[in-house]
């Protein structure tokens, strides 16, 4: 079950390679498919990408100020839980406090 849900988000992200939204997206369910209840919800004919996509592009829309929305990640991505009915999804990775990120430039020389 788990593997028939990962084809089908990839196949979905496949339509469009170039949407970078989407595959943020479908990566994000892909990695929630690590359960079979999850895997489950995916595989529900009525659920897509796209849907998902929808409901974001629906809550974007209504809190636009002068045609520009900001939501935040793991709202997102909770959406798009809420929209699959996924549970147990994985956590969004935090970014990098400022000033925390060290770079090691010796590998570039």
Not at 11 to 33: F, L
Request: proline share 5%.
């Amino acid at each position: 079950m788990i593997q028939k849900a990962i084809i089908k988000i990839n196949t979905e992200m496949q339509k469009n390679p170039t949407d970078k939204y989407m595959e943020a997206i479908g990566h994000h369910v892909i990695d929630a498919c690590a359960t079979e209840a999850n895997a489950k919800a995916v595989l529900d004919e009525k659920k897509s990408l796209t849907g998902a996509m929808g409901k974001v592009k629906d809550a974007a829309k209504k809190r636009a100020t002068g045609g520009v929305a900001v939501i935040e990640d793991s709202e997102v991505y909770a959406m798009v839980d809420e929209y699959f009915g996924l549970t147990a999804a994985p956590a969004v990775p935090a970014a990098p406090a400022p000033g925390k990120v060290s770079l090691d430039i010796g590998s570039f020389f």
